[in-house]
């Protein structure tokens, strides 16, 4: 089983910014994909970034231009930097790694993001 450590979520003002990190026991190469995603109280869970093995990214549309993902495969650690923060933003924020072959989903615990005055 992989253990997937989320760390960096806490209580933010609108606009301010918060950075997050997601690290993985061993090489995040070994994934074909990592990512974020983000479950507010009382909506399902839902994509937030993606970075493919290969680097691809891909942004849900209501964050483009606000968040990044990156990663570090030094010490194994994927980034979500969070800029512009927006009450709607608040969620708890899950790191999420797949393998295809077979196919296989691997996710952290969470870490809770508050965007409020």
């Known amino acids: 089983q992989v253990q997937l450590v989320e760390s960096g979520g806490g209580l933010v003002r609108p606009g301010g910014s918060l950075r997050l990190s997601c690290t993985a026991p061993?090489?995040?190469?070994?994934?074909?994909?990592m990512g974020w995603y983000r479950q507010a109280p009382g909506k399902e869970r839902e994509l937030v970034a993606t970075?493919?093995?290969?680097?691809?990214?891909n942004y849900a549309d209501f964050v483009k231009g606000r968040f990044t993902i990156s990663r570090d495969t030094l010490t194994n650690t994927v980034f979500l930097q969070m800029y512009s923060l927006k009450p709607e933003d608040t969620a708890v924020y899950y790191c999420?790694?797949?393998?295809?072959?077979?196919?296989?989903?691997?996710w952290g615990k969470g870490t809770p993001v508050t965007v409020s005055s």
């Open positions: 970075i493919t093995f290969g680097g691809s990214i």
């Open positions: 061993g090489s995040i190469l070994s994934f074909n994909r």
């Open positions: 999420n790694a797949v393998r295809y072959n077979p196919y296989v989903d691997y």
